[in-house]
């Protein structure tokens, strides 16, 4: 009846606590543990698809630049096609975290949202090499893969969305003319052919495909926009 009375932790012995300590601590290790591993075979997988692309990839290309074994491979994700998954799902939260935090950053001014919004497509966080070819080679099996094609969607649906929003509010701002929802989708596959014209490595640099951005911006939103002098940095 005594020990009823109170909570089972104050009946616990000076000696018994470190060890329940001790035991929450190697869960959360091991926690730790299989999310790292998980997050190196996704950059493994990233590494492959942009070495071999997406046919050739293979589980055992993908342990290997983990450097782990198959069976580490199998235990976390079971199947190529689920790694495969999880890591487009990475990459789309990754780049849908990414430039949703740039255009918080960038204050109330349509202006300087949208200039963010253009600027983070080119950050070398999102835009290496590597990141670049592994979206194509999803992008090159959106068609046939329906699991590929709505994780892409959803994106750049939510993508889209924003940016007419604020292309709208420049429309009335400035007063011009065009159609919001047509000039968004010129700007969006603007962007996806610069992101194209990187991967193919052709001697386009990250900054000057920038710098082309920017001097869309300033030949639609002229009140709005100042072409600036390019600067030369490849994507790595």
Not at 70 to 77: C, E
Not at 126 to 137: D, F, N
Not at 154 to 169: F, N
């Amino acid at each position: 009846m005594i020990a009823a009375a109170f909570p089972r932790d104050e009946l616990m012995s000076d000696t018994a606590r470190p060890r329940a300590t001790q035991a929450d601590g190697s869960q959360k290790g091991r926690k730790a543990s299989k999310e790292t591993r998980r997050q190196q075979l996704i950059e493994a997988t990233i590494d492959s698809l942009a070495k071999r692309g997406y046919s050739e990839t293979t589980l055992a290309d993908i342990a290997d630049g983990a450097e782990m074994s198959r069976g580490i491979v199998n235990f976390h994700f079971e199947s190529k096609e689920k790694l495969l998954v999880a890591t487009l799902q990475f990459m789309t939260e990754e780049y849908a975290g990414h430039w949703e935090a740039t255009l918080e950053k960038a204050g109330v001014r349509p202006s300087d949202q949208l200039q963010a919004l253009v600027a983070a497509d080119f950050d070398r966080k999102i835009c290496t090499r590597r990141k670049l070819a592994a979206w194509c080679a999803f992008w090159g099996e959106a068609k046939s893969r329906p699991t590929y094609k709505a994780l892409c969607g959803a994106q750049d649906r939510t993508y889209q969305v924003t940016m007419q929003s604020i292309v709208e509010i420049l429309k009335q701002e400035g007063g011009y003319s065009y159609d919001s929802a047509a000039l968004t989708l010129a700007m969006c596959a603007m962007l996806e052919g610069l992101w194209f014209r990187l991967m193919m490595d052709d001697g386009l640099t990250r900054e000057a495909a920038h710098q082309s951005a920017g001097s869309f911006l300033a030949s639609v939103f002229p009140k709005h926009f100042a072409e600036t002098a390019p600067t030369q940095e490849r994507p790595t």
